[in-house]
């Protein structure tokens, strides 16, 4: 983590660092072109050219000419402004610090090259040119150091943001481009071969020093790579602690969940912890982080960052500025419901800067589930006396959802048509309650035809109303929907619902509170552990088959028909298809205490006698078995984080 010295001294760094790029560069082409070495090289670089220049061939007239013309400067400018109007203007893709990591390297790179052409006057190779020269010197080579700042820089971001063996096929892709170019350059007798070799010194040096200032702390680290998922945020297995909290505290706050009277008690909290130098901004619907991207990335507009105030405090960022230098951010406090958290974990995934959770949204469900307390203020006053433990992510796609990640639950069917129905207004004055009343409304759904993957095994099919996958698995209430979900496990749940008939909700129902009702306690990470594998061994059904459970890293759903879906109570478009993964321990969430084991079924305190054999027996065994449809692999699981 940079810190705020680091961050103020970046521009005088930067340019410390081209200057003495410049000076490396003209003191690299005056070498080149006075003797003795000019002398020693002029024999052979000739041979060079005079071989390329006898060997030409039309197919190779046409490849070369192609690659001349995609490393041209029309070109170079063209492709730059496609990616960086790319990532500043997708939806879900806004990413400043790569945009101006693209845009600087191409630029750099050409003012360094017009400053190293105006003091090495080389002239180019004495062999027939396919190509118009340019009024230039032939050192260093434009082409192949344009080519390098650009396809290099897209091939550092390829293999920063994507994962598994795709980052290294794209990446490497990318890479060869530079070297074919300065092939081709030789081949149509524009320069020499140190001319191409100082092209690529140029622009490999102008990655190094465009990254060092612009990506520095922000590439992520690669140890999970070979299992596709995303990186614990400190190397560390989910649940390792961590007291990184040095930095500026950024404040995403939700301006209806969060008014200003309770803006005003999370900033007396935050000072009362010796965090003064605070940065807040508000979501809207359209950014439903705020800035927090902009803000973890670079500097906000107007200077210093730091001088930012809560509302009701003074003055508040505006959301849609632009920002213009970089911040440091040591933790990032979200004050707002599951979708408000959902939007920023999905920005500080992997980067190493912890969260804290202020729940003043409707379910709460992440905070619930990891034990903070529902009353705001108090959960960020124990959050911030705890430590930084890794929690896992799921990531999911399908037909018409990009790509995005979950912390509490995925779904589609029944719960999703719920989440989309349920009135503001309702939810403002009754809380969770409002959904129960939107789900009175679907009771009466049809179920639909649906086929489920797991890990790559068989496709299953089923009838369901609805299916969630669970990062964690307690509803409102205490409602064990998904009984061995746990944040840090490194699986997901999932839970097919599919009552048929009044008998059927009446089962589902009955076993869902049954299980709320029970007296808890915990289980050995041992006993838990046996569960799970059990579970992972195939699919399990209670409840006379109204709840069908499954368990795997890797789970891909599909339906007969568009269903409305969800992601942690906030509806997204409708779809026949959701493929998930978890990313084991890519979030760091301040929390009091390590995500501890799920409380479960407790134990017979004492050993009893049956009246028919008078023998004790242990503590634990039930005096008659278990119902059939409640097989002991249902039992909450737990295993450890990111295995």
């Given at each position: 983590m940079t810190t705020q010295t680091d961050t103020a001294a970046r521009p005088s760094r930067l340019l410390v660092l081209v200057s003495a790029q410049v000076t490396l560069m003209v003191g690299l082409g005056l070498l080149l072109t006075r003797e003795p070495v000019a002398g020693l090289l002029t024999s052979v670089e000739d041979g060079v050219s005079r071989g390329f220049a006898a060997h030409r061939t039309d197919v190779a007239d046409a490849v070369s000419a192609g690659l001349s013309v995609l490393a041209g400067t029309q070109s170079i400018v063209a492709v730059t402004l496609l990616c960086v109007a790319a990532l500043l203007l997708l939806p879900g893709a806004t990413r400043w610090a790569e945009a101006v990591f693209i845009s600087a390297s191409v630029a750099t790179q050409s003012a360094v090259f017009l400053i190293v052409t105006v003091c090495v006057r080389r002239p180019r190779p004495a062999v027939p040119h396919l190509d118009a020269a340019p009024p230039t010197s032939s050192f260093p080579s434009g082409h192949v150091g344009a080519s390098v700042a650009l396809f290099g820089a897209l091939a550092v971001l390829a293999f920063i943001r994507l994962r598994g063996p795709r980052r290294y096929v794209v990446a490497g892709v990318l890479l060869l481009v530079p070297p074919?170019?300065?092939?081709?350059?030789?081949?149509?007798g524009m320069?020499?071969?140190?001319?191409?070799?100082?092209?690529?010194?140029?622009?490999?040096l102008t990655l190094l020093v465009i990254g060092s200032v612009v990506l520095a702390g922000r590439t992520r680290d690669n140890a999970d790579d070979d299992h596709g998922s995303r990186p614990s945020a400190d190397s560390a297995p989910a649940g390792t602690r961590s007291r990184r909290t040095a930095g500026r505290v950024v404040v995403v706050r939700h301006p209806h969940a969060c008014d200003d009277r309770l803006a005003d008690r999370v900033r007396a909290v935050l000072e009362a912890h010796d965090h003064r130098d605070q940065h807040w901004t508000i979501t809207t619907a359209e950014r439903p982080s705020g800035e927090l991207a902009e803000v973890c990335g670079t500097r906000t507009p107007g200077g210093n960052a730091s001088d930012?105030?809560?509302?009701?405090?003074?003055?508040?960022?505006?959301?849609?500025?632009?920002?213009?230098?970089?911040?440091?951010?040591?933790?990032?406090?979200?004050?707002?419901?599951?979708?408000?958290?959902?939007?920023?974990?999905d920005v500080l995934a992997g980067t190493g800067i912890p969260l804290a959770v202020v729940p003043c949204g409707t379910g709460n469900l992440l905070a619930r589930n990891l034990g903070l307390p529902l009353e705001p203020t108090t959960a960020l006053e124990d959050?911030?006396?705890?430590?930084c433990f890794g929690i896992d992510m799921g990531r999911v796609s399908g037909d018409r959802l990009d790509s995005a990640r979950f912390t509490v639950m995925a779904g589609a069917g029944f719960d999703a048509a719920?989440?989309?129905?349920?009135?503001?207004?309702?939810?403002?004055?009754?809380g969770?309650?409002?959904?129960?009343?939107?789900?009175a409304r679907h009771l009466r759904d049809p179920r639909t035809r649906v086929s489920i993957r797991v890990d790559g095994g068989p496709r299953r099919r089923h009838r369901a109303r609805m299916v969630v996958i669970g990062n964690v698995g307690t509803l409102q209430g205490g409602l064990e929907l998904l009984p061995g979900a746990h944040a840090d496990s490194g699986r997901l749940d999932v839970v097919l619902f599919a009552p048929e008939g009044a008998a059927g909700w009446l089962a589902?129902?009955?076993?869902?509170?049954?299980?709320?009702?029970?007296?808890?306690?915990?289980?050995?990470?041992?006993t838990e552990r046996t569960a799970a594998d059990s579970l992972e061994a195939g699919r399990r059904s209670v409840a006379g088959g109204a709840l069908t459970y499954y368990r795997g890293r890797h789970i891909d759903i599909r339906f007969a028909g568009a269903q409305p879906r969800e992601?942690?109570?906030?509806?997204?478009?409708?779809?026949?298809?959701?493929?998930?993964?978890?990313?084991p321990g890519a979030l760091l969430v301040r929390l009091p205490h390590a995500p501890g084991p799920a409380p479960v079924r407790p134990a017979t305190p004492i050993p009893r006698r049956t009246r028919s054999d008078g023998v004790a027996r242990a503590a634990g065994v039930p005096d008659r078995p278990a119902p059939p449809d409640v097989p002991a692999p249902l039992a909450p699981t737990r295993t450890p984080a990111g295995s």
């Open positions: 074919l170019v300065a092939l081709s350059r030789l081949y149509r320069h020499y071969p140190t001319d191409v070799v100082g092209g690529l010194v140029n622009g490999t930012a105030t809560p509302p009701g405090a003074g003055t508040s960022v505006a959301v849609g500025q632009v920002a213009v230098g970089l911040v440091a951010v040591g933790l990032v406090v979200v004050c707002g419901g599951d979708g408000t958290v959902r939007a920023c974990a959050a911030l006396a705890g430590d719920m989440v989309r129905d349920a009135s503001p207004r309702l939810k403002a004055r009754l969770w309650a409002a959904y129960l009343l939107a789900a589902a129902t009955g076993h869902l509170i049954s299980r709320a009702l029970r007296p808890r306690s915990t289980t050995p990470r041992e992601l942690d109570g906030d509806a997204v478009t409708e779809g026949r298809r959701l493929t998930v993964e978890t990313e």
